[in-house]
């Protein structure tokens, strides 16, 4: 995995209650990338705000690190495997 950590825009459902959040699709060097499968998910701490991690591979099979700090609502692609 080469390490990125850009910020990108991200198109994601969220469930009830924040509990549950799955991206969709996302930017990131100009391109839409479709998330065609979420591989793992885990959550960290960044002080006091949950930061959410996504394996997720899009269409092409590239496999990504997504993150959403849930204290700043930033997205990020943090690492990628093309």
Do not use: C
């Amino acid at each position: 995995m080469t390490e990125i950590n850009e910020v990108v825009q991200v198109g994601a459902v969220f469930g009830r209650a924040g509990k549950k959040i799955q991206p969709a699709w996302f930017v990131w060097s100009g391109q839409r990338r479709q998330v065609a499968q979420s591989t793992y998910t885990w959550t960290g701490r960044d002080g006091d705000a949950r930061v959410h991690h996504f394996s997720i591979v899009d269409e092409k099979g590239s496999v990504y690190e997504l993150t959403y700090h849930a204290g700043t609502l930033v997205w990020r692609v943090a690492a990628v495997q093309e």
